[in-house]
């Protein structure tokens, strides 16, 4: 027999036997079992197998608490799965699985009769007994509503002196970088003085040429 | 076709100004005329009346705060309650966190009842059962829960409820029947002496 850590030789007999391990609960068949009676490899895995499926077949137990926390946790859950798939085919097909009420479901129930893959029918829209809430909120004191509109009113004032200061930062921020954008263009404008330079053109030496210059008066006659 | 015109649009341009003068006097028209309703979704959703209040405090700064960015695309009374539902939904998940959120109750002798029949006893009998029931729609998750109470107790209709909860009309529609099956599911199971009429217990089968 093989070491059951080391690849398997027989891959083709070893794939067979995982698959059928995998999809069955079961005892396998003679050929797997001859097969894995000689291949460790394959037979750590049934072994594991085997330990795993009782205890996945057992229901965890809920957490503790109460009956009303669980029921309200299932309904959370169960909303927040709907939700997230609404618009999708698995919120589709969740909202199709859905159990109708009998009423609804009755084949001589017009939304029944019609076949129609159309979602809600009528009777689903409407509860009688969601409409037995009455449920008036307490009243509220009017020094209680001086309080909230006080509250608010210091709120929204609050945010204006924020929003004010704020912009008047943002005001000051810019001048600052407008007036450095201003310097620096003029500084780069600021027409610097020529230069003149006055050159006897007679001295000039053989060969020598005349100094660039971007701009030139030739004059004649002696220097005055 | 005309367009309906927002019948708050005047006051909401006043209050777009907060340094105006027409600001204030624009600002308690506004907060008359919502501050009730508000509570009154606030309530439903949080569940206590100082979670209420919060929830309108924190709602009508935020309009305000936010009136900006409000270009009128629907109704300010749709855009104001849609803040108001995500602020209470906010509000409860806060408080859930705190501790479990209690049922929604209106004892203390402050609260009117909203049916009020002719015979004391018979007004009493429906206060109860309006009390259960609102017991029990404070089991379901928020989202159903603020669907049923814009519902039932707003009397919102289809297209406020999208408009609202900024919704297509077909998710309006599945939530709210996920609402009424799980309700009834709550019903069945936690307030079994409610009478809820004659479909089996087996026809309503999960919750959600």
Not at chain 1, 36 to 63: G, I, K, S, W
Not at chain 1, 165 to 172: A, D, E, T, V
Not at chain 2, 71 to 89: A, D, E, K, M, P
Not at chain 2, 141 to 155: G, T
Request: proline share 6%; glycine share 6%.
């Amino acid at each position: 027999m093989n070491n059951p850590n080391e690849e398997p030789t027989s891959r083709f007999a070893c794939r067979a036997v995982l698959r059928e391990a995998l999809t069955t609960t079961g005892p396998l068949e003679a050929t797997l079992r001859a097969h894995v009676e000689t291949c460790a490899f394959c037979a750590a895995r049934v072994r594991a197998r085997d330990r795993l499926v009782p205890l996945l077949r057992r229901r965890p137990e809920l957490p503790a608490g109460s009956a009303d926390a669980t029921t309200r946790s299932t309904i959370g859950v169960c909303e927040r799965i709907v939700e997230r798939a609404e618009n999708g085919p698995l919120g589709r097909m969740l909202a199709g699985a859905l159990p109708l009420p009998s009423a609804v479901a009755s084949s001589d129930h017009p939304d029944a009769a019609s076949g129609e893959p159309a979602g809600w029918p009528e009777a689903l829209l409407e509860s009688r007994i969601a409409r037995q809430a009455a449920v008036a909120p307490p009243a509220v004191a009017s020094t209680a509503w001086t309080r909230v509109r006080e509250s608010i009113l210091d709120e929204v004032a609050g945010g204006q002196r924020r929003a004010t200061r704020h912009h008047w930062w943002i005001g000051l921020l810019g001048t600052a970088v407008a007036a450095g954008i201003v310097l620096v263009v003029v500084q780069q404008q600021r027409p610097t003085p020529p230069s003149i330079t006055f050159q006897d053109i007679a001295d000039l030496p053989v060969g020598a040429s005349i100094p660039s210059v971007d701009f030139a008066v030739v004059r004649r006659g002696a220097t005055r | 076709m005309e367009l309906l015109r927002d019948p708050d649009a005047d006051l909401v341009a006043a209050c777009r100004l907060p340094d105006s003068d027409g600001f204030e006097r624009a600002f308690e028209a506004l907060f008359l005329k919502y501050r009730e309703r508000t509570y009154a979704i606030a309530f439903r959703i949080t569940g206590t009346a100082v979670d209420a209040l919060d929830v309108v405090q924190d709602s009508f700064a935020l309009v305000f705060r936010k009136l900006a960015a409000f270009r009128g695309g629907s109704l300010f009374s749709t855009w104001l309650f849609r803040i108001v539902v995500n602020c209470s939904i906010d509000q409860r998940r806060r408080a859930g966190q705190r501790s479990e959120a209690p049922l929604l109750s209106t004892d203390g002798g402050i609260g009117e009842p909203v049916d009020r029949g002719p015979d004391p006893r018979e007004r009493a009998a429906t206060r109860e059962l309006g009390d259960q029931v609102q017991q029990a729609i404070s089991f379901l998750s928020p989202k159903l829960r603020v669907i049923l109470a814009l519902r039932y107790l707003e009397d919102m209709s289809y297209e406020e409820l999208a408009a609202t909860l900024s919704l297509s009309l077909g998710t309006v529609k599945s939530r709210l029947a996920r609402a009424h099956l799980a309700l009834e599911h709550v019903v069945r199971t936690r307030f079994p002496q409610l009478d809820i009429g004659d479909s089996s217990p087996d026809s309503l089968g999960g919750v959600g």
